[in-house]
């Protein structure tokens, strides 16, 4: 069964302090993997898109890699306004296109 | 602003009730996407719609149904509404079929069952 786990489910940092959200999958074959991000209330708002191990992407403080088995989003010097949840989506090979989705991990950013 | 919107933003129902969600994908996309989002559930694919036809259908409840019409616009119809299906119902749109593209998502429904 194809699943995403993202970890933690909860980070927080100060301002300033880099870090690192996980997302494994198992699929039977990625065709994509997507970052979105997510305030209270709002719908999820993109972020990457990453087709192929080895690939990086990277947004202002954001930096998204990508391996065979899992993806990672590098937060370098957070700032408050980065405060949200973190969602990672897989679409399959074997899918018409919807996304599976991780559980999330809530960032919190501390001045 | 993703250019994708929904109507209404909250929606207050009674058990048993039936309501009715619009959507407006982003001018010149093909796709649009239902998803249900509850607090344990997290996000969870509903049904997909290519060019007015129905493409792929996720885990999706006999109640529920849903159409995209001429003008690209999709409904999602919610009928014998249970007090389980309180969650926030978005929609997204991409622009062809959906393999490999980006989906960009709508500010959502809120609903609310009492």
């Known amino acids: 069964e194809d699943q995403v786990t993202q970890s933690p489910e909860a980070l927080r940092l100060q301002e300033g302090e880099s870090s690192s959200l996980n997302c494994s999958y198992t699929?039977?074959?990625?065709?994509?993997l997507f970052w979105y991000r997510q305030d209270p209330g709002k719908g999820p708002e993109f972020l990457f898109t990453?087709?192929?191990a080895g690939e990086e992407k990277e947004k202002e403080r954001l930096k998204a890699t990508l391996t065979k088995k899992e993806s990672f989003l590098h937060i370098t010097a957070p700032k408050p306004e980065d405060s949200a949840t973190y969602l990672c989506a897989v679409q399959a090979m074997g899918s018409q296109g919807n996304l599976i989705f991780g559980k999330g991990t809530k960032l919190s950013v501390k001045p | 602003d993703s250019g994708v919107t929904q109507t209404p933003k909250h929606l207050i129902t009674a058990t048993g009730q039936r309501v009715t969600l619009r959507c407006s994908p982003r001018?010149?996309?093909?796709?649009v996407y239902w998803y249900q989002q509850s607090l344990d559930q997290g996000l969870q694919f509903l049904i997909q719609y290519y060019n007015g036809e129905e493409r792929a259908k996720g885990n999706i409840l006999e109640r529920f149904s849903a159409q995209q019409f001429p003008d690209l616009h999709s409904e999602l119809n919610l009928s014998s509404l249970e007090l389980g299906d309180s969650a926030l119902y978005f929609c997204?749109?991409?622009?062809?079929?959906?393999?490999?593209?980006?989906?960009?998502f709508g500010p959502g429904t809120r609903l609310l069952v009492l």
């Open positions: 990453l087709y192929s």
């Open positions: 997204a749109s991409s622009a062809h079929s959906g393999l490999g593209e980006t989906q960009y």
């Open positions: 699929v039977s074959g990625l065709r994509g």
């Open positions: 001018s010149g996309d093909l796709s």
